[in-house]
């Protein structure tokens, strides 16, 4: 712990592979990503805030479910995971890589490279086609996150939508056709992600995958009561099977209905604290959600992610588990859905 203290954190955190796992892109424009911008996470901010990779998702909003609305979603998602895979090039002193599997991770941060990972949040970007899952994983995404704000054909969501029509819950879970997703996602490669699912859901993707599953942008539910954290037993249910948490920069997940102003660091270390010490330090990392809603005073970008790991080591995290909080559990999950991958 003296150790962990006494270091310099800058110089811990640029040591260690990094992974930021929810990034949210501006859509359908926005600056361009090699230039410092109004973004909370560009590629500069990224290379300041000693940032190695992170996982930037095709966001698609819940819809009605219509053959026209699915259809839409599904091209969006397509559009949008082209943009991100674009992001994979060099541009002035700036250079990024697209990276589909751990080996491509490592590599990048080996060679001083930024890591470029796809993804795709909310189920409704297939409709009700499990065979949209295949295209989504040819363009590099690397999970799914089961639903967004509103249930849609896979599962029932922690916040359904009136203006939708949604109830309280509508399969009890996880549908049948939800249940063919994620093997359809294990057999792929493609971890099942189930931030913003409802919690009987949650449990049920669990059970069922046969890889571990992730909750790529979540806080703990004993230290803020909000709809879309965890709650002890699906802490729990995450550790058995292998799973994790990414504690997430959203205030309001962080502190009952606050803002990003009166939310700081270490109220984001006190969820990370909660969890590793109720299910351990190995189902534990760390997200974001910048340009999604995430951020608050200390953690405003991507610029000042070392200001997290000062904290972390102010409280005694040393590099190895520092090294796990920021990617290395990350990584153990992507290469578990690869080697389990058909």
Not at 36 to 49: A, E, F, I, N, Y
Not at 60 to 72: F, I
Request: aromatic letters at 4%; glycine letters at 8%; one cysteine or more.
């Amino acid at each position: 712990m003296n150790d962990a203290i006494s270091a310099d954190p800058v110089s811990v955190h640029n040591s260690l592979l990094t992974i930021d796992t929810h990034i949210d892109i501006p859509w359908p424009s926005g600056p361009d990503p090699f230039t410092d911008s109004t973004r909370k996470v560009d590629l500069p901010k990224m290379q300041r805030g000693g940032m190695s990779a992170g996982c930037f998702v095709a966001y698609v909003p819940q819809a009605a479910r219509t053959l026209e609305n699915e259809q839409a979603a599904f091209d969006r998602a397509v559009a949008m995971l082209q943009t991100i895979r674009a992001m994979g090039r060099s541009q002035g002193d700036i250079s990024a890589r697209l990276t589909i599997s751990v080996a491509d991770i490592e590599a990048a941060k080996r060679n001083a490279v930024l890591a470029i990972i796809p993804a795709v949040e909310n189920g409704f970007a297939i409709g009700g086609d499990v065979s949209r899952l295949a295209p989504l994983r040819a363009l590099g995404a690397r999970y799914l996150t089961l639903t967004h704000n509103g249930h849609n054909a896979l599962a029932d969501s922690a916040n359904p939508r009136a203006d939708l029509g949604d109830g309280a819950n509508e399969h009890g879970g996880l549908s049948a056709l939800g249940r063919a997703a994620i093997a359809e996602l294990n057999r792929l490669g493609m971890l099942v992600d189930v931030a913003h699912a409802s919690r009987q859901a949650m449990l049920q993707a669990a059970d069922c995958s046969r890889t571990p599953i992730v909750s790529t942008h979540s806080c703990i539910r004993a230290l803020c009561d909000h709809p879309r954290n965890l709650d002890n037993a699906q802490l729990d249910a995450l550790r058995d099977v292998r799973g994790v948490v990414q504690i997430t920069a959203v205030s309001a997940f962080l502190k009952p209905n606050a803002k990003p102003d009166q939310t700081t660091v270490a109220d984001f270390a006190n969820h990370i604290d909660f969890a590793v010490q109720r299910i351990g330090v190995e189902h534990v990392g760390i997200s974001s959600d910048f340009d999604g809603g995430g951020g608050f005073s200390g953690w405003n970008d991507a610029s000042e992610a070392p200001n997290i790991t000062a904290e972390l080591m102010r409280r005694g995290y040393g590099p190895a588990e520092l090294a796990l909080l920021w990617g290395g559990n990350f990584l153990r999950l992507l290469q578990r859905a690869e080697a389990a991958a058909e």
